[in-house]
C-alpha cells in the first residue's frame, strides 16, 4: 500500500516501501535533488527526513524500513543514515572505505544492518549503533546489488553482473 505523500517541487520519480502501516517514500528530481519522506495512513502529508543535492550523473538512493527504523543509503557522502520511523535521526554509519554502498537491509530483529558495496564486490554486517565497524565482511561477490532476508535469517545479494543470487547465512558465509 503506497501513502499519499507530496513532496514540493517537480520530482521525476518516486521509490516507496510500506510496513504496519508506515509509509517511505523517495522522490527523485532531473535536477539532482532526492528527498525521503516519511508518512502514515493517519498522517500522508509526510516528514522530511533526508535532503540530499547530487552534483551531476545518475544516482540512486536506497532505503529499508522496519516497525522501528529507516535506514537511506547516502552513496555520495558514504554514509548509512539511519531514522526512527517517527522521522527523527538517530546516527550516521560511515561508509568511507566502501567504493560504492549500495543495497540496504535492515534485519527484522533490529540487531543489525546489511549494507552492500558494488564496486567493492562485498557485503557488511554492521550493529546498530553510531560509529558502527562491521561485524563482517563476506567478499569476492559479484557486484551485489539488492538484499533481502527471509524468516529463517538467510540473506539473499544479487549480483548485478552475473545475474546471480548468493545465499549467504547470518555468519556472513
Known sequence: MENKINAPGSFDSAQATSKGGLATKVYFSH????CT???T?????????HKVKYEGGAYASHMSATDKRIAVI???????RVYTNGGDHQFNIDLID???????HLLPDDSAVLVTDRSGGELRKYPLTAAAKP??????LDAPTGITTDEIGLIYVCG????????IN????
Open 31 to 34: 535536477k539532482g535533488t532526492h
Open 37 to 39: 519522506y516519511i508518512g
Open 41 to 49: 495512513e493517519d498522517d500522508p502529508s509526510g516528514t522530511l527526513i
Open 74 to 80: 547516502d552513496y555520495v557522502n558514504k554514509q548509512l
Open 98 to 104: 566502501m567504493k560504492w554502498p549500495r543495497g540496504v
Open 135 to 140: 561485524v563482517w565482511r563476506c567478499e569476492a
Open 160 to 167: 548485478h553482473e552475473q545475474k546471480i543470487i548468493y545465499m
Open 170 to 173: 547470518q555468519k556472513g558465509m
